[in-house]
């Protein structure tokens, strides 16, 4: 079944290029990113992995950790990570799942019979500090991620999970954030005391609360 948002991930024993792991405990109170790829020793894929171990720093500040799926086994993955440095001049970072019997694939809906019968889609999942699905995304085998976008979201998912704002279109890191419905105009005044602009009586606009 689909795993939708605001659902507890589900747990999962995995063989990984870092040894095996069992998903929730290695997350612990961190969160995570779990992403698939289709297939190892592939193009997109290479540059995909590559950025994301450049990106590594980028996902501790934010407390996340990273780690990735396919369905190819353990050595496939490790002979296939020599390349991804080769390639891209990035050592693989962090964790990938050998999944050669698509006992995870399933568990997350991973494989798409009418894109592919045998490989998973590129999908990402964001994992919350309390273990639940904060975002899904799927990608087609022909389409690279922009994992940059997947911090960027990470950054709206911590800072709303503190304060009562969302983030606008094309939000970024320290940009202007709306507050949200449920906070009167009373209430905003204390909770943010930078003060707000009303757009329109549904559209308050503040600064950063944590800037
Ligand atoms: C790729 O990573 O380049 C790729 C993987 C599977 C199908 C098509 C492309």
Redesign the pocket.
């Known amino acids: 079944m689909a795993i939708r948002l605001g659902d507890d991930a589900p747990d999962f024993t995995a063989e990984t290029t870092q040894g095996e792991l069992r998903f929730l405990e290695w997350k612990g109170d961190s969160w995570a990113v779990l992403f698939s790829?289709?297939?190892d020793f592939?193009?997109?894929?290479?540059t995909?992995l590559g950025a994301v171990a450049a990106l590594k720093p980028e996902f501790d500040k934010r407390n996340t950790k990273v780690i990735g799926l396919s369905v190819d086994p353990v050595d496939s993955h490790r002979s296939w990570e020599t390349d991804i440095e080769d390639v891209t001049g990035s050592p693989v970072n962090f964790p990938m799942i050998a999944d050669p019997d698509r006992t995870i694939a399933d568990l997350y809906d991973m494989i798409h019979p009418n894109a592919s019968d045998t490989?998973t889609v590129r999908s990402v999942f964001v994992v919350g500090a309390d273990n639940k699905i904060k975002l899904t995304l799927t990608y087609p085998?022909?389409t690279?991620r922009n994992f940059d976008e997947i911090l960027r979201v990470i950054d709206s998912l911590q800072l709303t999970a503190e304060y009562k704002v969302a983030t606008p279109a094309d939000w970024k890191d320290g940009d202007d954030v709306i507050i949200t419905a449920a906070v009167s105009d009373e209430e905003a005044a204390e909770r943010f005391p930078k003060g707000f602009e009303a757009k329109k009586p549904y559209l308050r606009l503040t600064p950063q609360p944590n800037k």
């Open positions: 790829h289709p297939k592939t193009p997109v894929c290479t995909e490989m085998a022909s690279g």
